[in-house]
């Protein structure tokens, strides 16, 4: 059973940082893709940022480019965002998302952003 389990969420000021992990566990394929959405109240989910297991392309959604970092680790089954210079329209729900030959979610953090 596919397992994504996501930590790290919180409230930061504006200008601040913050680093969301993804562990992922029961999956044994090595062809996927692996990544983040976000859900802020009365929105759409929206693609942020994902990264390729087979070779390690990254994808990142024009409002986060330049701030966030999507990475992984490999031994730890781990994704990793790095979501630096942090607005107020960063505020959201982030749910980790894994595609292969199927689609599987995390149940989200909650990421904060405010004075």
């Known amino acids: 059973q596919v397992q994504l389990v996501e930590s790290g969420g919180g409230l930061v000021q504006p200008g601040g940082s913050l680093r969301l992990s993804c562990a992922a566990s029961?999956?044994?394929?090595?062809?996927?893709?692996i990544g983040w959405f976000r859900q802020a109240p009365g929105k759409e989910r929206e693609g942020v940022s994902c990264?390729?297991?087979?070779?390690?392309?990254?994808y990142y959604a024009d409002p986060v480019k330049g701030r966030f970092t999507i990475s992984r680790d490999n031994h730890k089954n781990t994704v990793y965002l790095q979501m630096d210079s942090l607005k107020p329209e960063d505020t959201a729900t982030y749910y980790c998302?894994?595609?292969?030959?199927?689609?599987?979610w995390g149940q989200g953090t909650q990421v904060t952003v405010s004075s």
């Open positions: 029961g999956f044994s394929s090595d062809d996927y893709v």
């Open positions: 990264i390729s297991n087979s070779d390690g392309i990254t």
């Open positions: 998302h894994l595609r292969g030959q199927r689609e599987y």
